[in-house]
């Protein structure tokens, strides 16, 4: 097979996936590897960046035998883990800082007293959790790594174009860049205050560049050469473009490990807004040299498809992750059970490090169908709460929610969302859009696909989930539902903390 593709790296927490987007939208091909995770200690959450590397040569490879040479690479990746390496040997220092590790939680606490919340929030647009970043390099940096002309810190993305580049080119994009706590999103430069604060050098920092244009071409062992990499964007940031969110006030929420509301709010950098994050959405490379950037509200929910995993490598509830479906929908309700998963922490819009998961309202009665539908609404619940802050910040309602992710396949948790909020619940018909979003910001600056307008009348629906009406018993006992919830969620409050 041969024909004009671009081939999207999809790098994501579990595993990589590498997938061919046609320009002519025949069906995709893929090839996806998982990598291991490590859990040296209760808390800590770590990767090896070599494995992921490696799982990225194999999937490419793949991809490119099946279809031949793409036209451009784009790649999306979880955002805040980090990888320490040696620009000379290209070696990594240790293992990278996975985004869901909180081993940073009490220099949150000494930065937080010490004054420095509001120039955190003002410069970076985030909060002091350990979720970030900025203070993972800074235990990296106190703890081993040496902070010399040879040190290169990065993000997944920053990792992967160095590699693909045999090490010519060490960048990111504003996207990635903002989830650091390094980065000014309102001067678009790495914050030489933010660097002070936390102790990071800026010259071990990359290059930032537009999401869409040319980082480079492929020069490494394993690979086709010459192959442009053009577009570059973290997994929701890159999820908001791959579901065409382009007009101020479009918001999708992607179900993955975590589950991450984001809303488009244009292209002025807006005022911090209280329990949420604000972050670069993307910017494009005009081709004048003055790239447009566009600007979104974030809620950020640490665990929904991971207590999947977890009912099913933890408690053996289930068999296989498909499996939660069908359990959870044999139940017309949960029993009274409530699972608040907090397992690292709760995110927004509570920024909670030492939360830890809790399971309350267990009777005799309670069965593996009451614990498996308690996990499905926990993720309509927790994305309930990041969109009522959303809303209350931006001052708007929103008046759909466009869904993707692994979760979005379940008609049960669609139906249980729209009741929660209250609004149509928009399925695609193409749900990876992590990776589309990656392949649309490449193909754009290499000409597959010419402007927005042609990458919005690609998008289709696939299901469209309709609240129950507003005086309706169904919506009565949502409502309910969520008043019960948060008194769970107080319960699951600073556990952890000494």
């Known amino acids: 097979m041969s024909a004009d593709y671009v081939l999207a790296i999809d790098a994501g927490t579990t595993g990589v996936r590498s997938r061919a987007v046609f320009a002519d939208a025949r069906p995709s091909v893929a090839s996806y590897r998982e990598f291991t995770q490590h859990f040296p200690i209760p808390g800590r959450v770590e990767h090896d960046a070599l494995e992921i590397w490696a799982a990225v040569v194999a999937t490419m490879g793949e991809v490119i035998a099946a279809c031949g040479t793409p036209s451009a690479i784009g790649i999306t990746n979880q955002r805040e883990t980090v990888v320490a390496w040696s620009r000379s040997t290209g ?108 102790g990071v050098p800026r010259r071990a920092l990359p290059e930032v560049r537009p999401s869409s244009g040319r980082f480079g071409t492929t020069a490494c062992d394993g690979l086709p050469t010459g192959i442009p990499i053009s577009g570059v964007a973290g997994d929701q940031q890159s999820a908001l473009f791959g579901q065409a969110c382009f007009t101020t006030g479009m918001a999708k929420n992607t179900y993955g490990t975590g589950s991450f509301v984001l809303m488009n709010v244009g292209t ?53 992750s498909a499996d939660i479906g069908p359990l959870a929908e044999s139940t017309p309700d949960s029993g009274g059970l409530f699972v ?77 969302q729209a009741d929660q909020l209250g609004i149509p619940v928009r399925r695609p018909v193409d749900q ?37 009406p507003e005086d309706s018993p169904d919506r009565r006992a949502a409502d309910e539902l969520h008043t019960t919830w948060l008194r769970a969620v107080e319960r699951s409050r600073n556990w952890a903390h000494d």
Not at 109 to 117: F, S, V
Not at 153 to 169: A, P, S, V
Not at 344 to 370: E, K, N, Q
């Open 91 to 198: 070696r990594p220092h240790g293992r990278a800082i996975v985004w869901q590790d909180r081993r940073t939680a009490d220099t949150c606490e000494r930065l937080t007293a010490e004054g420095h919340l509001p120039t955190v929030r003002r410069t970076t647009g985030l909060v002091l959790d350990p979720y970030f970043s900025g203070t993972k390099m800074a235990w990296m940096l106190a703890n081993g790594v040496t902070a010399d002309d040879d040190l290169a810190f990065g993000t997944i993305d920053t990792w992967l174009i160095w590699q693909l580049t045999g090490g010519r080119t060490f960048a990111t994009d504003p996207s990635n860049a903002s989830r650091t706590m390094l980065f000014d999103i309102g001067a678009l430069e790495w914050s030489s205050t933010m660097s002070e604060i936390l």
């Open 432 to 468: 990876e859009t992590t990776a589309l979003g990656a392949a649309f910001l490449a193909g754009l600056a290499e000409g597959v696909w010419p402007s927005l307008d042609s990458i919005s009348r690609r998008w289709q629906t696939d299901r469209l989930f309709v609240p129950s």
């Open 340 to 416: 608040v998963p907090a397992f690292t922490g709760l995110g927004s819009p509570w920024w909670d490090p030492y939360a830890r998961g809790t399971v309350v309202g267990i009777t005799r009665g309670t069965t593996r169908a009451h614990f498996a539908r308690a996990i499905v609404e926990a993720m309509a619940l927790q994305t309930r709460d990041a969109v009522e802050a959303m809303e209350r910040a931006g001052g708007v309602h929103l008046s759909e929610l466009r869904v993707d992710g692994g979760a979005s396949v379940m008609d049960l948790l669609m139906r249980i």
């Open 268 to 320: 002025s950098c807006p005022e911090p807004s209280e329990g949420l994050l604000t972050t670069v959405a993307w910017s494009l490379d005009q081709g004048d040299g003055s790239p447009t950037t566009t600007y979104a509200l974030e809620g950020a929910i640490f665990v929904t498809g991971a207590a999947v995993q977890w009912l099913r490598d933890g408690l053996g509830i289930i068999a296989s």
